[in-house]
């Protein structure tokens, strides 16, 4: 158990629909990250908040939006879906943006879109 | 921007076995590091080691090691006495780290397939 938790594990719904991912990171980490899994593309970073602020970016989509709280928690809305977005999202976390610590990824949520 | 290379889509080993998956990226930071990450069926993405690049002794782990080269931008796994719990996707990924020494990035290689045969 790496101590990350992701909800919901597993999710279908339909095109055109939006969905939440929630995520709360290990107990002292400030920073979160968002992963995209699928098949025909790999492993992609989304994007990284750090303490409430966005602070890196990746492949993520227009249609898609992140956030993370006072507590720490983080969203990862999804909206407009389409059957490309089918993919299994991992959070991860860290201590803090600074260089070298190890990142902790959780046990993913599972997106179908159907 | 960063490329991470895996040549070996798959790899097979006998059981008790060692066997070496490797990786080379590209990078233009001069400040890095570099993790090895297994995903088991159970999709789960959990770290295996980790490797400092301004480190020259190489990371090891138990029946984990890795061979470092920095200059060639080279960073393999190697898996002593293999055991069937050692099935996986492995990811190579480093992480690299901008001048600020803030804003970074992992990112992953397209991944070694293991299979360990008994």
């Known amino acids: 158990d790496s101590g990350v938790t992701q909800t919901p594990k597993h999710l279908i719904t339909a095109t055109g629909q939006r969905v939440t991912l929630r995520c709360s990171p290990r107990?002292?980490?400030?920073?979160v990250y968002w992963y995209q899994q699928s098949l025909d593309q790999g492993l992609q970073f989304l994007i990284q908040?750090?303490?409430?602020?966005?602070?890196a970016k990746g492949n993520i989509l227009e249609r898609f939006s992140a956030q993370q709280f006072p507590d720490l928690h983080s969203e990862l809305n999804l909206s407009s879906l389409e059957l490309g977005d089918s993919a299994l999202y991992f959070c991860?976390?860290?201590?803090?943006?600074?260089?070298?610590?190890?990142?902790?990824f959780g046990e993913g949520s599972w997106l179908t879109v159907v | 921007a960063q490329t991470v290379t895996q040549s070996q889509p798959e790899m097979s080993v006998q059981e008790a076995e060692t066997v070496t998956l490797s990786c080379t990226y590209d990078?233009?930071?001069?400040?890095?590091?570099l993790f090895w990450y297994k995903q088991p069926p159970s999709r789960q993405m959990i770290l295996v080691i980790r490797?400092?690049?301004?480190?020259?002794q190489n990371a090891t782990e138990n029946r984990f090691s890795v061979n470092f080269q920095k200059a060639a931008k080279s960073f393999s796994l190697k898996i002593s006495d293999s055991q069937l719990g050692d099935a996986a996707m492995y990811f190579c990924?480093?992480?690299?780290?901008?001048?600020?020494?803030?804003?970074?990035?992992?990112?992953f290689g397209k991944g070694t397939l293991l299979t360990v045969n008994p």
């Open positions: 991860a976390s860290s201590v803090h943006a600074g260089a070298g610590n190890t990142i902790y």
């Open positions: 107990s002292g980490d400030l920073s």
């Open positions: 908040y750090y303490n409430g602020e966005e602070r």
């Open positions: 990078t233009s930071e001069s400040d890095y590091y």
């Open positions: 490797q400092e690049a301004y480190k020259q």
């Open positions: 990924a480093p992480l690299e780290v901008n001048s600020g020494g803030s804003n970074y990035k992992l990112t």
